[in-house]
């Protein structure tokens, strides 16, 4: 060997060992990724139901990656020779075949060991064969949506066709496509055709059927279970044709899923399992974040009404203030426990301080007009004795407004409080102005308005008639 060409291999066996060892590196954090992620659910008993299908997929990836599980996944047409083909890949008969239309009709998986072929990183790796019904059959539109949710978990798909493909093998590998995972269109039965018309069909296949979904180097031709045609003759002279099944043709396949396995196995594994757990993640989240929200919103509007009615019932000034500022830096408390973010007391009268600068002149408007009708209503207080009770209505009607503008601006602090911490207690892409603003143009005072108008009018009409 010359210097150059031993050059040439040093380089590309140190090439080879660096792939090799950034891979591993990049599994373990996907793997500690997945982790982190199944630890710091924190859903409440609540939150969890009708998620435990979701939660358990979350438990299984982690399972899969933590066993280096690789999931292979055979998809297509009831008759197209899915089981064979498997059965071929396994050189045993454990998936059941036959002539019967769909023989498959529920899921069935096999360990496919291969051992003595995989080197490198992946000698660990366990790899899994699974069989799906045929996509086409009764109540396919359900199996249809099965198989799509598999494919999510699969980390290579198998799609077995028997020749050129149907409208109906072209939209579910379209289907398919979009799931985002690499692919193998397999041209199964191909000793059912003479040699022209079967490199016709796959020049078809390939060239106008698949041209937009796979590479050209995607698609094999195999034969998983041929028929050989005998003649024979009997003693009495007839001629009697059999037919019997011969040696599987499926090293073309086989070739290639190894290619595939020894150049990124690990590496789908890794992303396919963090593909999977992400977008269970988002269901798990949305769950989580409308139940919170729902939460939050009856939190709020409490918070309102108690605010409405104390400062409508108070007769002093000063403690109209105080004590709207207590029920929003206690509301603000209450909202963070429930969004589990630790906030102390400090903490709540920084963000209500920061909420009020950011809300400008409503919360200036809120402050006058707290003032101005908590003297006139302290005014009318006063002399509702000296004039036989005569003023007792103005009373009420000044008590009813103050109350609803101290009950809309606590509803805008809830609203704004509950955007920074339903994004992790911050403001998000925009800042705190920005956010309240949003979120102000957006309020209806006068639907906010009458959400406790008739109960702040019964509470405060039985004060005083009491």
């Known amino acids: 060997m010359s210097s150059l060409s031993w050059d040439i291999q040093s380089i590309e066996d140190t090439l080879e060992s660096f792939t090799e060892i950034q891979s591993a590196i990049n599994y373990q954090q996907a793997q500690q990724s ?3 992620l199944v630890n710091q659910l ?38 197209r020779g899915k089981s064979s083909v498997l059965n071929a890949l396994l050189e045993n008969d454990l998936f059941q075949s036959g002539p019967l239309h769909g023989v498959t009709t529920k899921m ?17 790796t366990q790899v899994e064969l699974l069989d799906t019904p045929g996509l086409d059959e009764v109540d396919g539109e359900n199996r249809e949506q099965i198989a799509r949710q598999i494919a999510k978990q699969a980390d290579l798909i198998l799609f077995i066709v028997a020749g050129d493909l149907s409208k109906l093998e072209y939209n579910a590998l379209s289907a398919l496509r979009q799931v985002g995972k690499p692919i193998i269109l397999v041209f199964n039965k191909i000793d059912q055709y003479p040699e022209a018309d079967r490199q016709s069909i796959y020049e078809k296949i390939r060239d106008e059927r698949v041209k937009e979904l796979l590479w050209p180097e995607d698609i094999v031709m195999v034969s998983a279970s041929p028929l050989i045609t005998q003649v024979k003759r009997s003693p009495d002279g007839k001629v009697e044709m059999t037919k019997t099944r011969g040696k599987p043709e499926i090293e073309p396949l086989k070739l290639k899923i190894l290619e595939i396995l020894q150049r990124e196995g690990k590496s789908l594994i890794a992303l396919n399992s963090l593909f999977c757990a992400d977008n269970i993640n988002e269901q798990i ?20 009404l108690t605010k409405a009615i104390s400062v409508g019932l108070n007769p002093v000034t000063a403690l109209d203030l105080l004590t709207g500022a207590v029920i929003d830096v206690a509301m603000i408390l209450s909202l963070s426990r429930l969004y589990g973010i630790e906030m102390t007391q400090t903490g709540a009268i920084a963000l209500l301080r920061t909420i009020g600068l950011s809300m400008g002149s409503i919360t200036a408007s809120d402050f006058l007009a707290s003032i101005g009708l908590a003297s006139l209503k302290g005014l009318l207080g006063i002399s509702a004795p000296l004039t036989g009770g005569a003023a007792l209505a103005p009373y009420l009607g000044v008590a009813l407004t103050q109350a609803g503008v101290a009950g809309f601006c606590c509803y805008a602090i809830g609203q704004i409080t509950k955007t920074y911490l339903a994004n992790g207690a911050c403001w998000g892409p925009n800042g705190p102005k920005a956010v309240a603003e949003n979120i102000l143009s957006n309020l209806d005072e006068t639907s906010i308005m009458n959400r406790i108008k008739e109960e702040l009018k019964l509470r405060l009409s039985q004060t005083y008639q009491n």
């Open 285 to 304: 989240v949305k769950r989580k974040m409308n139940i919170r929200n729902q939460a939050a919103e009856e939190l709020i509007q409490k918070s309102v």
């Open 42 to 79: 924190d859903l409440s008993a609540e939150e969890q139901q009708g998620l435990e299908q979701e939660i358990e997929h979350l438990s299984l990836m982690l399972e899969k990656m933590e066993n280096s599980r690789l999931q292979i996944v055979a998809f297509g047409l009831v008759g």
């Open 34 to 36: 997945l982790q982190n």
């Open 108 to 124: 069935e998986a096999q360990n496919w060991h291969l051992d003595h072929y995989i080197v490198g990183g992946l000698s660990q």
